[in-house]
């Protein structure tokens, strides 16, 4: 019985964000195609990359979070015989997969891009770090929109979570083991980038395991 | 109704709020409010705009705690799945996905429980049979609440909780549903069932309570509650002048159509006597008891 209930609701999320979903994987693949043009060609690919990584984030925090506590869906939600972890842990394991999903095939498809088409890959560790931020800032605004009742206050933390890409690649590019090497036609994988990136997706994952902590303890839903 | 197991089982209290405070920051929202609902009844619980309704509900359901006394459900704490196994809801103002077809909904809705109707039952049942191909989000307001509705029976309540069920039904739509109510309290459902339309608790409820203030300010039968209005409505056809009949102490209130005098008094014989005198030839005369809606009037009002 748990297990099904669980599924439902996890299933019922993901259909609803399956559309976003595809969206940013085809975005994904408009951008590989993007790169074919030359110089401006990659420039172009890896600002709709860039776009195609974080919409899931945003679309699932606004739309799937605050949108279900706005329109009160939750509420019907949480009438239905589901306990308050199987809620809350069955909408962040909706929200984990919509992003991740997205997040891993973009991913691997601009890894193998890189790989197969004769294009510099001294980038390939700066992107690398990029995309483990993506997933950091996603658990920063899945807190955020979570825990805050305030619409205002989830606005502005999109905002803010999405500024923070460019101080986040300027930031990265001030690491030696990273910047040195951007412009190199090869990567250079060294232990930091691994290291930093490893400590991007730890941490990540400890914001959703106190989140689903704290929210599983949650006693008032209005 | 003639299941023995079922009469055994009638006045039992099924959700319970015992002395229960509930503040939204300032606004005191519950004030030492105790309530029953008891098994096989439907409650029609009243009261004006804020009067605590909905709060009372949520502590029932487990959506908000109190912040002192203690809410039941079933016999156990209202946030417990077991509890929740045995109820349904139809909630207000509440959206659902609307890209999903009604049948998807109620097939979702009822794969949380563990015996629930089949969608096409639960979608007969209802009366939305002709909905279930629909997508939620193409339907009018009143279609959506019989899709909630079906959507709170499909997992065969024991207690089902309907917050203003009937707005924006059309009249066929809303005897459908009242019918559908009528028989599931004779298979043994209870029913907490809030609304401002006055004549559906009339029609529906066993036993009313009135909110006003975050407080129960009376509790009874429909009979019982229009009981505590003393006053009495009269009508006749008659010469006397509604300038006169407000001559008369005991009259409330004297307005006319055009063929009827309309008096509301708290002494009907007096009244009576006094008409009687004055127009020996009237005609029509019919005194009734003051209504639900009169008794929720004086009583709301007296708690203002």
């Known amino acids: ?222 | 109704m003639n299941d023995p197991k079922h009469f055994e089982e009638r006045g039992r209290v099924l959700a319970e709020l015992n002395g229960v405070r509930k503040r939204y920051g300032n606004v005191t929202a519950l004030d030492a409010l105790d309530l029953e609902v008891r098994s096989g009844e439907l409650l029609a619980l009243l009261g004006p705009n804020g009067a605590g309704k909905s709060t009372a509900i949520a502590l029932l359901l487990g959506l908000a705690q109190p912040d002192a006394g203690r809410a039941t459900l079933l016999g156990r704490p209202p946030l417990e799945v077991a509890s929740r196994r045995e109820i349904g809801v139809m909630m207000q103002e509440v959206t659902l996905a609307p890209e999903l077809r009604v049948c998807e909904l109620v097939e979702l809705a009822a794969s949380y429980y563990p015996n629930p109707l089949s969608v096409h039952e639960a979608l007969a049942v209802s009366g939305t049979t002709p909905l279930g191909a629909r997508p939620y989000g193409k339907l009018s307001g009143g279609q959506k609440r019989q899709a909630q509705f079906a959507i709170a029976i499909c997992g065969r309540p024991k207690l089902l909780f309907l917050d203003e069920p009937t707005v924006g039904l059309d009249v066929q739509a809303r005897e459908t549903m009242w019918s559908t109510i009528r028989a599931l309290i004779g298979q043994g459902c209870s029913i907490v069932l809030t609304t401002h339309y006055l004549e559906e608790a009339e029609a529906l409820a066993d036993r009313v309570c009135v909110l006003a203030g975050g407080r129960l300010i009376a509790s009874g039968s429909v009979d019982e509650i229009r009981s505590t209005v003393s006053r009495k409505q009269i009508r006749c056809a008659t010469s006397v002048s509604t300038e006169s009949a407000r001559q008369w102490p005991e009259v409330l209130k004297a307005t006319r159509d055009a063929r009827h005098l309309h008096l509301t008094a708290v002494d009907a014989e007096t009244t009576v006597r006094h008409l009687l005198a004055a127009d020996p030839a009237l005609r029509d005369l019919e005194v009734r008891q003051a209504g639900l809606a009169e008794a929720f009037a004086e009583l709301t009002k007296e708690a203002a």
């Open chain 1, 1 to 222: 019985m748990s297990a099904s209930v669980f599924r439902s609701y996890v299933q019922k999320d993901l259909f609803l964000a399956t559309p976003i979903m595809i969206g940013a994987v085809v975005c994904g693949i408009i951008s590989i195609g993007l790169v074919h043009l030359g110089s401006v060609g990659v420039y172009a690919a890896l600002i709709v990359m860039i776009c195609a990584g974080a919409s899931p984030a945003v679309f699932i925090c606004m739309y799937s979070i605050l949108g279900e506590r706005k329109e009160r869906s939750n509420l019907f939600a949480m009438s239905l015989p589901i306990s308050t972890y199987q809620y809350v842990f069955g909408k962040l394991t909706a929200a984990c997969i919509g992003f991740l999903v997205p997040w891993a095939v973009l991913a691997l498809g601009a890894f193998l891009i890189f790989y197969k088409l004769p294009v510099p890959g001294g980038v390939l560790p700066a992107g690398l770090l990029f995309w483990g931020f993506t997933f950091l800032q996603f658990a920063g605004m899945l807190a955020v929109t979570m825990l805050s009742e305030s619409e205002a206050l989830v606005v502005a933390a999109v905002v803010v979570f999405n500024v923070s890409i460019s101080f986040y690649i300027f930031l990265i590019m001030h690491i030696p083991a990273v910047g040195s090497h951007v412009n190199g036609r090869v990567a250079v994988w060294s232990p930091v980038v691994f290291e930093v990136f490893a400590g991007e997706l730890l941490l990540a994952m400890l914001i959703i395991a106190l989140l689903l902590v704290r929210l599983a303890r949650k006693r008032d839903f209005i």
